[in-house]
C-alpha cells in the first residue's frame, strides 16, 4: 500500500498525516505532491504525522529531505511528528535526525513554530 495522504488544520499549521508505505514511485510521489500542493495554497508551516508509516525506503527518505528543502526555500518550516522506530533508524543512520525538528507530541510540536 503506498502513501496515503489527509490533511488537517490546527490553527495556523497544516498537519499532513501519513500512512502506509513511502518507497520508490507512488509512495514518495503522493508525499513530494501534497506537500508541493501545500506550498502552492500558501502553506508554511506543515508538520508530518509519520506514525501511521509502516515501511520507508531511501527514496522515501529523499522525499523528506526534498519535501523540507523545498518549505525551507518557500520561507516555511517543516517538522516531523511520531516517527516509528525504523524511520527514526533510518534518520540517525543517514545522519539526517539533526536537519529535521522531530517532536512525539502534536501539541508540542504545534506550539514550536
Known sequence: ?????????????VVVDVSGRI?????????????????A????????????????????IGELVSAFT??????????????TKRVKDLLQITKLYTVFDIYDNEAHAISRF
Open 70 to 83: 523545498s518549505v525551507s526555500n518557500q520561507g516555511g518550516t517543516l517538522k516531523l511528528l511520531n516517527l
Open 23 to 39: 518507497t520508490l514511485g507512488e509512495g514518495s510521489s503522493n508525499l513530494r505532491e501534497g506537500v508541493l500542493e501545500l506550498l
Open 1 to 13: 500500500m503506498s502513501a496515503k495522504l489527509s490533511t488537517r488544520q490546527v490553527g495556523e499549521v
Open 41 to 60: 495554497k500558501g502553506s508554511k508551516k506543515i508538520l508530518l504525522n509519520l506514525g501511521d508509516v509502516t515501511y520507508i525506503d531511501s527514496s522515501g
